[in-house]
């Protein structure tokens, strides 16, 4: 870029080094601003007869074009990208959605040179209009080589994000307790109701049950006939395992265990397993109080269908200690 100040009325169609401000202070164009025709007019009227500009050399691509050339490679999934001022561009939901990032490739991104990106956490959950990435570009202009080399590398290795859908999930809560279900039911029915409606959502199929292996294991197939996008196991009982009662149960009925104990804190003891795609979630103690824990890590993106891994679950250690 080569800045330089030149008479306003030879300004037309250069960029604007620095925000103009009127007499009484109030902000007339602002830095970045692409001066027009009408823009000069207004600028002789305010008295100025020379402004400081810049202009673009060649192998140089304006803020603006690069950062719209970054959004449209960026992610797949519900969300609409907004331009705005100072060589920026927001990628903002336009319906429920959990938002699943990249980490190592966003850290790759932000590590070269011209362009930063900052989005949500990963498993955050999002609501429509609601921001979940901005891509924000040097000062003016992004050297050519630098673009496409971030471009090239979303490419083969993206998306960096996606925001994935939440459409009317159906979730089958279970609750049991060693002497009698109802008692797990008391305990954790209202905590339930406020943890889901955070999300706009309500538990569309409840089923109590004593902490045996047979009823637990019978209850979970009456709740399986359901086809639920996730079942919650709601157990008064610690610690969660294989081994145990809940554990035992959903081997008998074809649960495939994908994870037990998690990074944090609280819900170390939790347990995930898939059966016929459907996750269920066990985490003892988990449904007794409102505050974060790692059911709230999880829903988002178990509600948006997504199939979380064995290493994604122990991700969660960083950031993990909720309390």
Not at 181 to 188: E, P, S
Not at 196 to 202: K, M, N, P, S, T
Request: aromatic share 4%; with cysteine.
């Amino acid at each position: 870029m080569r800045a330089q100040t030149v008479d306003v009325k030879a300004s037309t169609g250069r960029i604007l080094c620095c925000t103009v401000f009127r007499a009484g202070g109030k902000k007339l164009l602002s830095k970045g601003h692409i001066i027009s025709d009408e823009d000069i007019r207004v600028l002789e009227s305010e008295g100025m007869d020379h402004i400081w500009v810049t202009e673009l050399e060649e192998g140089e691509v304006a803020e603006d074009e690069a950062v719209c050339a970054v959004a449209a490679e960026i992610g797949c999934g519900c969300y609409e990208i907004k331009l705005a001022a100072g060589g920026r561009a927001n990628l903002h939901a336009t319906e429920n959605c959990c938002v699943l990032v990249d980490e190592d490739l966003l850290k790759q991104v932000n590590c070269t040179s011209g362009m930063v990106i900052a989005s949500a956490l990963n498993f955050s959950f999002a609501l429509p209009g609601q921001r979940i990435a901005t891509i924000k570009s040097a000062p003016f202009a992004v050297a050519k080589s630098d673009l496409e080399g971030v471009v090239n590398m979303i490419r083969e290795r993206g998306p960096i994000m996606q925001a994935r859908p939440v459409r009317q999930p159906s979730v089958g809560v279970l609750y049991t307790d060693p002497t009698h279900g109802d008692r797990a039911r008391t305990m954790f029915e209202s905590i339930m109701r406020q943890r889901l409606e955070r999300y706009g959502f309500v538990s569309s199929f409840a089923l109590a049950c004593a902490e045996d292996e047979a009823t637990v294991a019978r209850s979970l197939r009456h709740l399986m006939r359901s086809k639920p996008s996730l079942i919650l196991v709601a157990s008064t009982t610690a610690p969660a395992g294989p081994e145990d009662v809940v554990g035992r149960a959903l081997a008998q009925v074809g649960g495939q265990m994908e994870r037990f104990l998690a990074p944090v804190e609280p819900g170390n003891l939790m347990l995930l397993s898939y059966c016929e795609d459907t996750p269920i979630l066990s985490a003892p103690g988990c449904f007794r109080s409102a505050k974060p824990n790692v059911v709230d890590l999880l829903l988002p993106p178990l509600l948006a269908r997504y199939r979380v891994s064995t290493w994604e679950v122990a991700s969660l250690g960083h950031g993990g200690l909720l309390a």
